[in-house]
């Protein structure tokens, strides 16, 4: 069993909350828009962490994370890119990607808005967090916690980290 910390959209912005949240996590993934090198060591400084980068990020963090990062965890196989679109209106750069991969948990970021739910034509859940920085047109910064435990996703929560 493995207990994830997902954020996206940081934009430089750290909130001492993430030690809270992410403490009882064994891992941190953020979803891209990381906006500083000291918010990724930060993050990595509490957990494992894995990330992508966003359209915001310099080339320091592009050189450290991918775009699309794939990897397993347990039994599920994950995607995960900033820019991924959502169910029914995928990015078109990544869109033949996703359906070739068959990943069983899509993550993205970018849009700022919270989102989770089942793609039935890719059998497979996705999951955008918000965005947890200050930067932007939504009103309350968010992150998510879940379990990957063996091949299921469960124990979702949504955490509301107060306005931006």
């Known amino acids: 069993m493995t207990k994830i910390g997902l954020l996206s959209d940081t934009h430089a912005w750290w909130d001492e909350k993430y030690l809270q949240y992410f403490e009882e996590c064994d891992e941190i993934w953020h979803a891209g828009d990381i906006g500083s090198d000291d918010v990724a060591a930060r993050l990595s400084a509490i957990k494992p962490f894995r990330a992508v980068y966003g359209n915001v990020d310099g080339q320091s963090l592009r050189l450290q994370y991918p775009e699309i990062a794939h990897?397993?965890?347990?039994?599920?196989n994950v995607?995960?890119?900033?820019?991924?679109?959502?169910?029914?209106?995928?990015?078109?750069?990544?869109?033949?990607?996703?359906?070739?991969?068959?990943?069983?948990?899509?993550?993205?970021?970018?849009?700022?808005?919270?989102?989770?739910?089942?793609?039935?034509?890719?059998?497979?859940?996705?999951?955008n967090p918000g965005a947890a920085g200050r930067y932007g047109f939504h009103q309350v910064r968010t992150l998510l916690r879940f379990v990957i435990d063996g091949a299921d996703i469960k124990d979702l929560e949504v955490i509301e980290l107060g306005h931006r």
């Open 71 to 76: 990897f397993t965890i347990e039994k599920v």
């Open 79 to 127: 995607m995960m890119t900033h820019i991924g679109g959502y169910p029914g209106r995928y990015n078109p750069a990544i869109r033949s990607e996703l359906y070739t991969s068959h990943p069983h948990l899509f993550i993205a970021g970018h849009s700022h808005i919270l989102k989770v739910c089942f793609d039935h034509n890719l059998r497979c859940l996705y999951m």
